[in-house]
C-alpha cells in the first residue's frame, strides 16, 4: 500500500465530524482533533475541516515525521500498521512498541544490540529492524507485526480499566485497529 492509501483508508475509518462526549480529544474531523489542526494553522469550524488539509497532516506528522517511510521500505505492513497506531496513540507510542518488541527479540542482545525505548525511530530502530528483517526475513515481519498489535492491544485495555468512559471505544478499538 501506498501512503496516500493508508491516509485515504484511516480517514474513511475515522469517519467526519465526531464529537463524543467520552472522547477525551474533543471535536475532531477526519480523525484529526482540533488541537492538531489548530497547531498547524487551521482557524475554521471543525465540522468542515478540510480532508485535503487532514491529508496533509496524517503525510508529515504521522508518516514522515516518525520516518515511517523509511521503516516502509524494509517492512511494508509493519509500517502500515505503526502509521495507523500513531494516528489513534501517537507515534511516539507506535514508535515505542516497535522498539520493544525489536529488543525483546534480538535473543538478549546476540542478534543486535538492545535499544532505548524513546520513541524516537533513528538509526538504531533502522539498524535494529534491518538486521531482524535480515535474520527472520519475511516471516520475521509478520512476527514483529504480531508483537507491535499484542502492546496495542493491551495498552487499549489498560486504557479501558484505568478509565472507565473508554469502555465506550474498545470493542471499535479492538476490531477496527488491531490487524487492519
Known amino acids: 500500500m501506498t501512503i496516500d492509501q493508508l491516509i485515504d483508508d484511516v480517514i474513511a475509518r475515522e469517519g ?6 467520552a472522547d477525551r480529544g474533543g471535536p475532531t474531523r477526519w480523525g484529526v482533533t482540533e488541537r492538531v489542526a489548530r497547531a498547524h494553522g487551521y482557524s475554521g469550524e471543525m465540522r468542515v475541516f478540510p480532508r485535503d488539509e487532514a491529508a496533509a497532516i496524517y503525510r508529515r506528522l504521522y508518516w514522515l515525521r516518525p520516518r515511517l517511510d523509511q521503516v516502509a521500505q524494509r ?3 509493519l509500517a502500515a500498521e ?3 497506531t500513531g494516528v489513534n496513540m501517537g507515534p511516539g507510542v507506535a514508535a515505542r512498541f ?3 518488541a525489536l529488543n525483546g527479540l534480538n535473543r538478549n542482545g546476540r542478534d543486535y544490540p538492545d535499544m532505548p525505548v524513546d520513541g524516537a525511530i533513528g538509526p538504531v530502530t533502522l539498524a535494529a529492524l534491518t538486521a531482524f528483517l535480515d535474520l527472520r526475513g519475511a516471516h520475521g515481519e509478520r512476527v514483529l507485526l504480531k508483537a507491535v498489535e499484542a502492546l496495542q492491544g493491551e495498552r487499549y485495555l489498560a486504557l479501558a480499566e484505568s478509565r472507565p468512559a473508554n469502555e465506550a471505544f474498545l470493542y471499535g478499538w479492538l ?6
Open 82 to 84: 505503526l502509521f495507523d
Open 16 to 21: 467526519g465530524y465526531s464529537d463524543h462526549p
Open 175 to 180: 476490531a477496527n485497529r488491531i490487524g487492519s
Open 75 to 77: 517492512a511494508p505492513a
Open 98 to 100: 516497535l522498539q520493544r
